[in-house]
């Protein structure tokens, strides 16, 4: 069978996703978990760019939106996460997920 | 055409696979890098050139060097760049969770006729782009700045707040 570009596109973003969440689910370090949720936003914001690529839209620049928009506001939280890991590290002395367990510090 | 795509696709997947191995924590972040600069290519690809320089911007500019802050300063020697390995069962159920969901993506994208017709691609230029954010999109631009500013705004709060003796001294 032939694929279409477009589903090319779907299986990339697909496997970028789920190499994200195998990274975020399996590491120990905070570091490599929040990088592991950041490729699983890229993943997605692949298949903004898709589907505005390869599908009619009523708006010449609808999937650019999405995607930058989606870039700000993972930006923010990108700089939010890792201050959280530097506010970690000051607690514990380390960043190893399981041992951070406590809510009050 | 479709040939860059699958190059872009392989090199970037082979990339962020690699980095999500390895042990040492400044190869994997270089990595990780590397594959948002293919993912800035493939959006190259598909024409949203725009796209392409604002993840250029802010991810290969902007969220690697706070992720290599990061890693700087949450180091006391060489040897923390060295993971600790990781529990196999953990690894193993991570490993079984990715390929679930890995399966249930690529059976529904196998199973959806996606055949649309090949549309031209179409062209967003940097001028639409900017009447449409000052225009249909401005108050969604002001959210967004709020967000921004309150996020980094936080992160200067969290990050500085230091708790030796029970008592905040950054407040």
């Known amino acids: 069978m032939s694929l279409s570009p477009l589903q090319l596109c779907l299986l990339f973003s697909s496997a970028l996703f789920c190499v994200g969440l195998v990274g975020a689910l399996s590491r120990s370090n905070t570091i490599l978990v929040l990088l592991g949720v950041e490729l699983m936003l890229n993943a997605a914001n692949l298949n903004f760019i898709a589907f505005w690529r390869f599908s009619p839209s009523p708006s010449p620049a609808t999937g650019v939106m999405f995607v930058i928009f989606s870039i700000a506001v993972a930006a923010a939280e990108a700089a939010v996460g890792l201050a959280l890991v530097i506010a970690i590290y000051r607690h514990q002395k380390n960043i190893r997920l399981q041992e951070a367990n406590r809510l009050k510090g | 055409m479709i040939?860059?795509?699958?190059?872009?696709?392989?090199?970037?997947?082979?990339?962020?696979?690699?980095?999500?191995?390895?042990?040492?924590l400044i190869h994997s972040a270089l990595l990780l890098i590397g594959s948002w600069a293919g993912i800035a290519a493939f959006y190259f690809w598909a024409g949203a050139e725009f796209a392409a320089f604002a993840q250029v911007l802010v991810y290969v500019g902007a969220v690697s060097m706070v992720v290599l802050f990061a890693v700087l300063l949450t180091?006391?020697?060489?040897?923390?760049?060295?993971?600790?390995?990781?529990?196999?069962?953990?690894?193993?159920?991570?490993?079984?969770?990715?390929?679930?969901?890995?399966?249930?993506?690529?059976?529904?994208?196998?199973?959806?006729?996606?055949?649309?017709?090949?549309?031209?691609?179409?062209?967003?230029?940097?001028?639409?782009?900017?009447?449409?954010?000052?225009?249909?999109?401005?108050?969604?631009?002001?959210?967004v700045g709020v967000i921004l500013t309150v996020a980094l705004l936080g992160a200067v709060v969290i990050a500085s707040t230091d708790r030796e003796g029970g008592k905040e001294d950054a407040r």
């Open chain 2, 3 to 24: 040939l860059p795509l699958v190059i872009i696709a392989l090199l970037t997947i082979a990339v962020a696979a690699i980095a999500m191995t390895l042990r040492n």
């Open chain 2, 75 to 143: 180091r006391r020697s060489r040897a923390d760049l060295e993971v600790a390995p990781d529990a196999i069962g953990r690894g193993l159920g991570a490993m079984l969770a990715g390929g679930a969901v890995l399966g249930v993506l690529f059976g529904a994208v196998f199973a959806t006729r996606l055949d649309v017709a090949p549309t031209a691609a179409p062209t967003a230029s940097v001028r639409a782009i900017g009447q449409q954010l000052m225009g249909a999109h401005a108050a969604s631009l002001l959210v």
